[in-house]
C-alpha cells in the first residue's frame, strides 16, 4: 500500500517526499476563483487563505510542477466541491487544461456532473473520485468505472468489511482503492455536510451537538478527549491524534486497498513529518510479519512499542476495530 499525503503549501513537497511519502495531493484555488466567488461557491471546500492549506497562484503549480519532475512523486489536485453553478463548469475546465499543460495529469473530484462535463468535453486527465462523492456500493462504483474513475476513495464511514466487498465484487476493474489511514476523523460525512472551511466562521465538526442518548454521551466522551489532546497538542506529539487507523492496515490490506490517505493539509508541518515516519514504520512492520507469517496480535504488539513507544495510543479510531471482519 502507497502512502498518499496532505500537501498545505509548495515547501511542504520535499520534507513529505523525503519521510517517505509515496504520492501526495493539494488543492488549487486561483485567486481569480476567490475573488470572483469568494466562500459560498467554493473549488475545493477549503477557501483559507490564513495559514497554508492549499496552493493560490499559478506560479505556485510551476514550482511544484519542476519539484515533481527532480522527484518523481505525482502531486493531484483536489476539487471536492459536491457541485458547481453551470457557468463554472468552463471555468474549472480551463483550470484543468492549465495545470495538465505543465505536467498536472490527476485530478480529486467529487462532482459527477463535472467528471461527466470533462469527458464530453475530451479532457483525458486522470480522475480520482473523492470521498466527498457520498455512499458507495458495487453498482455505484461500476457506475464511475464507466465514467473513466481511476481510483476510489472511500470516505471515513465505510466499514473495512463494506469496502472488501466492494473491492472484491469489482475486482475485475483493476480500480485502485484509497481508504483513510490517520487524521482528521470527523462525526459528518463530506457528501451531507453543508459546513464551510474558511477563515471568515468557525468549522461545524468543531460544534457540539444533541442527538439520541447513547450517541450525546459518545460525543461528550469524544469532546472531552479532543480538548485533552489539543492542551497537550503543544507540548506533546501523538501520533493519530485527530484519527488513526494504524491497527487496521492488516485488515485494509487484505480488503484490496491499495493506497492510505494521510489527511494533513494546514497541520504543523513537523507534525506531518513524523506522521509520513510512522505509517510508512507501521507498513514496514506488516511486511515484516507478512514475511515471517506472524499473527496480527504480534502486529499491534510491535506497533504499540514501535510507534507509540508503549503508550497507549489515542482512542480515536478510523474503524471500529469489532468491524475489522
Given at each position: ?269 513537523e507534525d506531518m513529518i513524523r506522521d509520513i515516519r510512522n505509517l510508512k514504520a507501521a507498513l514496514g512492520v506488516l511486511e515484516e510479519n507478512q514475511r515471517e507469517e506472524k499473527e ?30
Open positions: 500500500m502507497k502512502i498518499v499525503a496532505g500537501l498545505g503549501s509548495v515547501d511542504e513537497y520535499i520534507p513529505y517526499v523525503q519521510a517517505g511519502a509515496d504520492e501526495l495531493f493539494c488543492g488549487y484555488v486561483p485567486y481569480n476563483w476567490t475573488k470572483k466567488y469568494g466562500t459560498v461557491l467554493p473549488l475545493n471546500r477549503r477557501e483559507v487563505l490564513a495559514y497554508n492549506v492549499q496552493l493560490g497562484s499559478f506560479s505556485e503549480l510551476e514550482i511544484l510542477s519542476a519539484m515533481i519532475r527532480k522527484y518523481r512523486k505525482p502531486v493531484h489536485i483536489a476539487m471536492n466541491s459536491l457541485y458547481y453553478i453551470p457557468e463554472q463548469y468552463e471555468e474549472i475546465a480551463d483550470i484543468v487544461k492549465q495545470c495538465m499543460k505543465i505536467g498536472f495529469d490527476s485530478f480529486i473530484l467529487a462532482d459527477p456532473a463535472l467528471i461527466l462535463y470533462l469527458r464530453q468535453k475530451g479532457i483525458s486527465c486522470k480522475i480520482h473520485l473523492s470521498g466527498e462523492a457520498g455512499e458507495m456500493n458495487r453498482e455505484a462504483i461500476k457506475v464511475f468505472r464507466e465514467m473513466g474513475i481511476g481510483r476510489i476513495i472511500f470516505h471515513r464511514k465505510n466499514t473495512v468489511a463494506s469496502m472488501r466487498q466492494m473491492i472484491e465484487a469489482v475486482n475485475a476493474e483493476k480500480l485502485e482503492f484509497e481508504a483513510f489511514a490517520l487524521n482528521e476523523l470527523c462525526q459528518f460525512t463530506g457528501a451531507f455536510c453543508n459546513s464551510l472551511h474558511c477563515d471568515e466562521m468557525g468549522y461545524l465538526c468543531r460544534t457540539t451537538y444533541w442527538g439520541d442518548a447513547e450517541m450525546e454521551e459518545r460525543m461528550e466522551r469524544v469532546r472531552k478527549r479532543t480538548l485533552e489532546i489539543e492542551e497537550q497538542q503543544e507540548q506533546q506529539y501523538l501520533c493519530g491524534k485527530s484519527g488513526c487507523a494504524l491497527c487496521a492496515l492488516p485488515h485494509l490490506e487484505a480488503a484490496g486497498i491499495t493506497h492510505l490517505k494521510l489527511v494533513g493539509r494546514g497541520n504543523y508541518v496480527t496480535g504480534r502486529y499491534i504488539d510491535q506497533l504499540n512499542k514501535k510507534i507509540f513507544d508503549g503508550q497507549p495510543c489515542g482512542n480515536n479510531c478510523i474503524y471500529n476495530p469489532g468491524q475489522f471482519l
